[in-house]
């Protein structure tokens, strides 16, 4: 298949496809002819089947060389499996048992034959649901300090730190997807842009009028384009993340491309702020006080332990040329490297609340929207949520120096969420 020109598979064609294939036969079983197939991508952009067989089932994602959620008049290469591919292995190696394991890598066919993740569900769905998952914070806090730390210069040797921006420079469609759509295109009447009409429209007019915002957005977007400080996940938002009530897995990163490390946390924190202000509208089955304080809570959890993990990275393994042990620690200084994490630390604190802001106000204004508000089905009640989401992102853009602590951030967020 290796040498075949790409072609999408499908439900019907996919035994007869990979029935030869050996890590896919050997994990799920080799009679292909009784391989169960269903597609299941629910995503944006590729297609995903679990083929169940006589052992056991296994997942196979494969890009389609167009935007699966617009079609084939929005060409998107292939090669976005490669740099998932790797960006996976890098994650595995990085932070062990974070990711699905990753069976086979077919390149020509854009395929990834990866652990079927069973009973877990996406976490966007559980947070939804009202379901208060005891571990996610640490274990994402631990993903996103791990994967951000040991990616960067801080800790790699520093050749093949810059062989991997290399590579992973090349994923520019999709970078260029995030710098558009991300940063740009909600402040404008960009053509894909929907809101909740004629509900928000007084407010979107608003925020695109608002020169503060703008020029915030676009000085976020020079930081996400210029500062390739490290692997970043690239799109690391809860419907990236597989969950049961113990375990908690990061899909689906294709976006990986090297960013600033604020980039990922801010928006996975920024999904935590959306499930928060999106839970008024699933108040349908009973009160969602005690999943809004859960929420609230995880964000606080997710960024400390992020903070404690960074540190503890910081003074263990710091063995990449920045900062080097030489300039302090062997010099008997180690308040000098305390000094200079705490100025890493601010840096990073600071312009997450950027990007949590502005990923608030493109899952609402432009094309890709959340299902924490989309299943809100009643429209004055889903923009009544959505208006307060933005009024909270547009704070922590446009005040992001003047914040210093995620308290403050979640003292505001209540503040907000309770006005009428
Ligand atoms: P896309 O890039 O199109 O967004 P995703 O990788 O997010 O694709 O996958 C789409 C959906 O497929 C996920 O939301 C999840 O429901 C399912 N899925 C993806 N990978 C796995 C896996 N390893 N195990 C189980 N389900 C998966
Ligand atoms: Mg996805
Ligand atoms: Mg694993
Ligand atoms: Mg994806």
Redesign the pocket.
Known sequence: TETKPFEALSVETLPKRLGENEALGERIGKDASRWKVRE???????L?F?VEGDHSAA?V?QALPYV?LVGDSWPLPLKRSFFEYHALTRQEARAPGSV?AIYHFDQAQALIV?????P?V?LRRALIDGRELPNIARDIGLFMARTLFRGSDLSMVTKERKADLALFADNVELCDITENLVFSDPYFEAEMNRHTSPQLDGLVAELRADRNLKVEAQRLKHLFAANAETLLHGDLHS??I?VTDTETRM??P?FAFYGPVAFDVGMLLANFWMAFFSQRGHEDKGSRDSMRAYLLRVTAETWSVFRAEFSDLWRTERTGMLYQKSLFEDQGDRLGAEQALDHMLAGIWTDLLGFAGIEVHRRILGLAHNADFETIADADLRASCEAKALKFGRHIAVNRRQIHSIDEVNTLAALIEQES
């Open positions: 299941v991508g629910d995503g944006n952009l590729n995903v679990i997942v994602k699966r699905p990866m652990e079927y993740l069973s877990h996406i419907g990236s597989m899909i689906d294709e």
